[in-house]
């Protein structure tokens, strides 16, 4: 069984959560079986929508999605419900990944989950320090701390260059959701 | 139908080719034809595998899915055959581009494929100008020259905070191939 590792995919750039899905592809199409947990977002983001489908032809024991948000975006502060959820999908989480059942693990969102106070830092930390050996780690989302950064194995840094939200551009259907 | 944009995925870390990928998921999510043209690489990489494996299932309609490499890396100076592989795939991608069937159309690595001599800027900038405005296009790989980016809409840099490979870690199958 090859050594796994831990990545970060964090900053302000796009393309996050689509390396972390395109991650999840390449995994799958190595006979890898992947859990992708999403936190957060809980909206039908035209990427779960496949990563669906995809679950339902290969089997839940190739790839398992969830999503641990209450399908709206938090603004302001978050409400007990959210963080409910959160530590709950968390959990989950933790479950599938000490199982042995998945090589490839995704907290897609979770940097967020932390920023907004969902999640402590410690319970992240601990989460990480569980991972058995074998399994391939992926946190995604802005505002990583740095105590995450300091423990993972890999960081990739998505830095906005040019983004056309600045001309005005809005979150469209299939592009960003 | 919606307007669509020029993104670049470019720099010195992990995920800008998954990137693409999970923004092609994503975009079959909702319904949109994907045509991904890969440069250079031409091995079949799990992620090309598991796509070819969806192109099957959902009709070539939905995803086409093509490499124009010769299977190997390029070391050294390229030879005539790998800049004709090149030369023809742009040419491919070109007329599925403004064919009107796709609504992403991603070229992976095609910036590597530039900075290697397999294709000259000129042509690359003519192909951006080519484009339907209706269709997103993709534009990956390290290296994007600077009058790249200036007429992409939307630029990525995927920066390499921390990587494994510096530790000694090889390329490993589901994970980096």
């Known amino acids: 069984m090859q050594q796994g590792y831990v990545h970060v995919y964090t900053g302000n750039g796009k393309g996050k959560t689509t390396a972390a899905i395109g991650l999840a592809i390449r995994s799958l199409g190595a006979g890898f079986a992947v859990y992708l947990g999403q936190f957060i977002k809980g909206m039908k983001y035209s990427e779960i929508v496949m990563l669906e489908k995809l679950s339902e032809e290969l089997g839940s024991s190739r790839l398992e999605v969830h999503q641990y948000g209450r399908g709206c975006f938090i603004r302001r502060e978050p409400a007990e419900e959210d963080k409910k959820l959160a530590q709950e999908g968390l959990g989950q989480a933790l479950a599938a990944m000490v199982s042995g059942r998945f090589q490839l693990v995704i907290l897609d969102e979770i940097n967020v989950a932390l920023h907004l106070g969902l999640l402590h830092e410690q319970e992240v930390l601990s989460f990480v320090e569980a991972r058995p050996q074998q399994v391939e780690l992926v946190l995604t989302g802005r505002y990583a701390p740095q105590a995450l950064l300091d423990?993972?194995?890999?960081?990739?840094?998505?830095?906005?260059?040019?983004?056309?939200?600045?001309?005005?551009?809005?979150?469209?259907k299939g592009i960003e959701r």
């Open 151 to 172: 423990r993972a194995d890999l960081v990739t840094e998505m830095q906005e260059i040019r983004h056309y939200y600045r001309k005005g551009v809005e979150a469209r």
